[in-house]
């Protein structure tokens, strides 16, 4: 049986690229679906060249926000996925949908959290004028980019840069920390402390 993964975006879609590149169709794990919250997102269409499922759950299509998370939630739950990721999935998901998928949900994030939570992170951190910057791959839980910590990755920002310039750092680590996260997942190598949930323990080959 394979381990299905939904994927859930915004925009542009390149980590959902990575993902299809490196992950979709290796070691029993399959991209099974893409759900978009936005129509004519470029990520639709990275899915629908790999031959994957789609559809689209934009908020205006439904009376409010709980209504959208749970036909959406259902969706996923009819495509039997074992895991959900939000790459680039730039709206707030509602306390029960993040409830539904406890423990089978996980977002990355263009920042070192705890540092420079929710929209424009990158922005955030320049402003701030931080050294070292990074990415982080987290459980979602009720917070906003509070879950515990699965993988994170850090890069020195010695100067101000252009934001473009630091994206494209950020994307670069987030096409390898992504994929990582969801095969450590998918192959059983990533477990909470139990005396601590709050530390997630990730077991790497060698
Ligand atoms: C990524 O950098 C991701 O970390 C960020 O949006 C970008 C999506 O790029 N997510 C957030 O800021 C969530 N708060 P992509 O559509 O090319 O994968």
Request: charged share 25%; glycine share 10%; proline share 5%.
């Amino acid at each position: 049986m394979a381990f299905r993964v939904g994927v859930l975006i915004s925009g542009e879609g390149s980590n959902l690229q990575a993902l299809l590149d490196t992950v979709h169709g290796r070691d029993g794990v399959e991209i099974a679906c893409v759900a978009s919250s936005r129509a004519g997102a470029r990520g639709l269409e990275r899915a629908a060249d790999a031959g994957v499922e789609t559809a689209v759950f934009a908020k205006a299509g439904h009376t409010d926000r709980d209504a959208r998370d749970a036909a959406l939630g259902n969706w996923l739950d009819d495509r039997r996925v074992d895991l959900v990721v939000l790459a680039g999935f730039m709206e707030i998901l509602g306390g029960p949908f993040i409830r539904r998928f406890e423990g089978r949900l996980i977002n990355v994030h263009p920042s070192l959290l705890p540092a420079f939570p929710g929209v424009r992170a990158i922005e955030q951190a320049l402003d701030y004028g931080v050294k070292v910057s990074g990415v982080t791959v987290h459980f979602v839980d009720e917070g906003v980019d509070t879950g515990p910590v699965v993988l994170q990755e850090a890069f020195a920002l010695p100067y101000a840069r252009a934001v473009e310039e630091v994206e494209a750092m950020t994307h670069e680590i987030e096409h390898r920390l992504l994929p990582r996260a969801v095969r450590a997942i998918a192959a059983g190598r990533v477990r909470r402390d139990p005396s601590n949930p709050r530390v997630v323990r990730v077991d790497e080959p060698a």
